[in-house]
């Protein structure tokens, strides 16, 4: 049965969008920027910087200041901040309880090492574990995400015995020799040799995927079954999964399958309802383990649940986390099971600055803010309210695609109206650039790079929405009439 879940479209609505430009007011007042110039910044990244670091921007802004969900540039202006600096702030730009435990640790201890007992690291470690759910108690403390995901790779294959590894294609598990052949995004893929045992998986896409599907979300495609619990294309895409296993890794001896619960640099892409369930059972059968990537999901941010593996009715053998886990400063975890852990033990393991005692203290404050600011539920509850206000926009604009997410976790896909065909990058850029001068900072992604994707501070409001929803439509409205 084939539907379109949404909303009839209203004058209301309509009007909605186009008064509600101005945005909110705030009563936190800036300090001066001081630094220097754009064009001397610009000098010292032509000289001094990689290439391979790019502008995403024609007019770059120097963003020197942060207040909660607000960011502010060299020139007093004022930004809307829907990434969250790569879903990495959680609960806000300078959140004063993340920065009065940061200061009171930075003025008593900065750093020791982990094979001393600092009382920080074992306080953070005990209330972290106590998020987790099942006989997930074991917890490294790493430095990022692709750290994280780097040392996964090696306990799976440390407790298995084996050695190939599976995760879906276009995901993104991090940037480094060992994880290049894990991320399946042809962007971030550097023309040299990668190590071996690594495959691809057939992304189990509703939206551009073979059979399509219907998704844990608010909003599905056009095309999408109306399943009420798993969907009815769930077995062909675990029958590719199977076929994979079949003839590209030997019999059984599959160590990890790799996947993140939401795809987030892939482009907000969420699996038909079941996937990754039965993609555990499979991999099991095979001696693999199911490993979380949660650097993106994480930590309440897809409002049902604390951990975006959750909505999928699983319990992982690994789970990986960064990101949102320390609002901005370097952290990352490894959760696993000690029968895994005792694997590991094989060789001695150090890690000099994983659990130091500033990220420790940073990383509970961060827990501590958002259980007592309740921002599992703001997400779950202002998330619902912006993506039921997007797929409103989606009838408007036949530029959107597709309205894809949970909680503030979502992505908006654009597209030649009339079809599927990615926008193009050219009318990305323009598009992009509008939403930036008008005060919103978002993000693009997919593979395409035709994917707004909108994940912003957990501590956004329903008039941060609306004002947000205003500047879109603005800019969308533009574009369309100005491209007839």
Not at 135 to 153: M, P, R
Not at 407 to 428: C, F, I, R
Request: aromatic share 8%; glycine share 10%; with cysteine.
């Amino acid at each position: 049965m084939s539907r379109r879940v949404g909303f009839k479209c209203s004058n209301a609505l309509v009007r909605h969008f186009s008064n509600t430009s101005e945005m909110p007011r705030i009563s936190f007042v800036p300090k001066k920027y001081t630094g220097p110039t754009l064009q001397y910044i610009d000098k010292i990244k032509s000289d001094s910087m990689p290439p391979a670091i790019y502008s995403i921007y024609k007019k770059p802004v120097i963003l020197h200041q942060g207040n909660m969900q607000w960011l502010f540039d060299s020139e007093g202006r004022r930004y809307l901040d829907f990434f969250g600096g790569v879903v990495t702030v959680s609960v806000g730009h300078c959140h004063p309880k993340v920065v009065s435990a940061l200061t009171e640790q930075a003025n008593t201890l900065w750093h020791t090492t982990n094979l001393y007992r600092h009382p920080k690291i074992y306080e953070y470690i005990e209330l972290l574990a106590s998020k987790m759910p099942g006989d997930l108690k074991v917890i490294y403390l790493v430095n990022s995400g692709t750290e994280a995901n780097d040392l996964a790779v090696l306990l799976a294959k440390a407790y298995t015995g084996n050695m190939d590894v599976i995760s879906l294609q276009s995901s993104y598990h991090g940037y480094s020799s060992g994880l290049m052949g894990l991320t399946a995004t042809q962007s971030y893929r550097m023309p040299i040799p990668v190590p071996p045992g690594f495959h691809h998986a057939m992304l189990p896409d509703p939206y551009r995927g073979a059979w399509g599907g219907c998704r844990d979300s608010l909003s599905q495609t056009p095309e999408a079954c109306d399943c009420p619990d798993e969907c009815v294309s769930t077995d062909k895409y675990i029958d590719q999964l199977n076929e994979l296993l079949g003839n590209s890794i030997p019999a059984g001896r599959v160590a990890a399958f790799f996947a993140e619960s939401i795809q987030g640099v892939g482009g907000v892409v969420q699996f038909p309802k079941g996937y990754l369930k039965k993609a555990q059972e499979l991999i099991k059968k095979n001696a693999g383990l199911l490993i979380a990537d949660e650097v993106q999901t994480g930590f309440g941010r897809t409002g049902k649940h604390y951990w975006g593996f959750e909505s999928h009715g699983i319990i992982p053998d690994i789970v990986t986390m960064a990101k949102g886990i320390g609002n901005g400063f370097p952290i990352g975890a490894v959760v696993t099971t000690k029968e895994i852990a005792a694997a590991h033990a094989k060789a001695a393991y150090f890690n000099t600055f994983g659990g130091n005692a500033l990220s420790a203290s940073v990383g509970k404050a961060v827990l501590e803010v958002i259980e007592d600011e309740k921002m599992q539920e703001n997400s779950k509850i202002v998330g619902d309210y912006f993506i039921e206000h997007l797929m409103e926009m989606q009838r408007l604009y036949p530029i959107i695609g597709d309205v894809r997410g949970q909680g503030l976790m979502l992505g908006v896909e654009l597209v030649v109206p009339g079809s599927k065909k990615p926008l193009s990058t050219a009318d990305m850029t323009e598009l992009h650039e509008s939403i930036k001068d008008l005060g919103v900072l978002i993000a693009r992604g997919g593979r395409w790079g035709n994917v707004l994707r909108i994940k912003p501070p957990m501590c956004i409001t329903k008039n941060d929405v609306d004002y947000g929803l205003s500047v879109l439509d603005q800019v969308l409205k533009k574009f369309t009439i100005s491209h007839k």
